[in-house]
């Protein structure tokens, strides 16, 4: 079993800058795919970035593409996604998930997630 903490939401304004920390427990973190994703009010949650278990690999979604960032560091067992150029359509609960072995990463959609984190609010003012 692994539990994900995510922390960094907040305020900021339009475009500002955050970011987001998923803290992952268990001494396997490094075996694990990981991956963001977000829901807006009223809306379907939706996937943001995905990073491969040696952070070699990455998948963004179009909409997020060239302003956020998806890293990961296995020593501290910490995933992160770095939000450049905010906009007004970026506020959202921000989830962190993960995918055990064989950690197939994630392209779209919100299939196939092992672990769920519990989210981290990111609200975009005017």
């Known amino acids: 079993q692994v539990q994900l903490v995510e922390s960094g939401g907040g305020l900021v304004q339009a475009g500002g800058s955050l970011r987001l920390s998923c803290a992952a427990s268990?001494?396997?973190?490094?075996?694990?795919?990981m991956g963001w994703f977000r829901q807006a009010p009223g809306k379907e949650r939706e996937f943001v970035a995905a990073?491969?278990?040696?952070?070699?690999?990455?998948y963004y979604a179009d909409s997020v593409k060239g302003r956020f960032t998806i890293s990961r560091d296995n020593a501290k067992n910490t995933v992160y996604l770095q939000l450049n150029s905010l906009k007004h359509e970026d506020k959202a609960v921000y989830y962190c998930?993960?995918?055990?072995?064989?950690?197939?990463?994630?392209?779209?959609?919100?299939?196939?997630?092992?672990?769920w984190g519990k989210g981290t609010l990111v609200t975009v003012s005017s």
């Open positions: 990073i491969s278990t040696n952070g070699g690999v990455t």
């Open positions: 268990g001494r396997t973190f490094s075996s694990y795919a």
């Open positions: 998930a993960a995918n055990k072995p064989p950690a197939i990463m994630w392209k779209s959609g919100t299939g196939g997630v092992d672990y």
